[in-house]
């Protein structure tokens, strides 16, 4: 699975991040492969949409992601205006991705520096 930013300049947006999560699912199909999505709006003009998806390659997983972000300012006329700024995939470590699962808690698996030190 790759997690991919999309970015994209989008001035004057005003609706809820729930709202334009579900507004970017709905425009993802099967064959896109997207597992999760989160939306993030950033300042007052860029909006970055992060995509887990299940593709077999890094540059698949960037077309899938493109192609939805595409459908989604195509067909959403409040979206019209938006522009993507840029698609990048973030790797993550596979090494990374199994301290994640087998940990107790979600998040990092690493102890605070003064709890393994024992200083304050």
């Known amino acids: ?14 609706a809820q991040d729930h709202e334009l999560r579900e507004v970017f699912l709905s425009h993802a199909t099967a064959a896109d492969m997207v597992e999760h999505l989160s939306v ?3 300042g ?9 998806i299940g593709a077999p390659s890094a540059v698949a997983s960037e077309k ?12 959403e006329a409040r ?15 596979a090494v990374f991705d199994q301290m994640l699962q087998s ?5 990092r698996n690493v102890r605070r520096t003064d709890q393994a030190s024992g200083e304050a």
């Open 79 to 93: 979206l019209r205006h938006g522009r993507i700024r840029s698609v990048s995939c973030t790797l993550v470590p």
């Open 40 to 42: 993030h709006p950033e």
């Open 103 to 107: 940990a107790q808690e979600p998040g």
């Open 1 to 14: 699975m790759y997690l991919v930013h999309v970015r994209i300049l989008l001035a004057g947006l005003e």
């Open 44 to 52: 007052d003009d860029l909006l970055t949409v992060g995509f887990w």
């Open 64 to 75: 899938a992601a493109y192609a939805v972000a595409r459908r989604v300012l195509e067909a």
